[in-house]
């Protein structure tokens, strides 16, 4: 009988969870969204040998570069089976505030 209650919170703690998860996915994805993410960036043209990791570094050296790279993947619509491709020359929007 002491499992239940534990049992029981485990479970609304779950589900809130999935709850909010769910929720940021929706806002993450909307188009004003990305948009808005949009405005607030400046352009950057792709050099030879750069990725997503050192742009983002390069422009956000203080913070950690993981959530930089989704949002630039995320603003440029780099989505693919096989992970983001950027080639030289090819601009890319790189997110100022997030």
Same mark, same amino acid.
């Given at each position: 009988?002491? &499992?239940l209650?534990? @049992? #029981?919170?485990?479970? !609304?703690? !779950?589900?809130?969870?999935?709850?909010? @998860?769910?929720? %940021? /996915?929706?806002?993450?994805?909307? /188009?004003?969204?990305? /948009? &808005? @993410?949009?405005?607030?960036?400046?352009?950057?043209?792709?050099?030879?040998? $750069?990725? @997503?990791?050192?742009?983002?570094r390069?422009?956000? =050296?203080? /913070? +950690? *570069? %993981? *959530?930089?790279? +989704?949002?630039?993947?995320?603003?440029? %619509? #780099? $989505?693919? =089976?096989?992970? =983001?491709?950027i080639?030289?020359?090819?601009?890319? %929007?790189? *997110?100022?505030?997030?």
């Amino acid at each position: 009988m002491k &499992r239940l209650p534990v @049992l #029981l919170a485990c479970a !609304a703690f !779950a589900g809130g969870s999935m709850f909010a @998860l769910a929720a %940021r /996915e929706a806002a993450f994805s909307s /188009e004003g969204y990305r /948009e &808005r @993410l949009a405005c607030s960036s400046v352009v950057h043209v792709v050099q030879a040998g $750069e990725t @997503l990791w050192n742009i983002a570094r390069a422009y956000h =050296p203080g /913070e +950690d *570069p %993981r *959530p930089v790279v +989704d949002y630039i993947r995320f603003v440029n %619509r #780099l $989505e693919g =089976p096989e992970g =983001p491709v950027i080639r030289p020359g090819q601009p890319v %929007r790189i *997110p100022m505030e997030f």
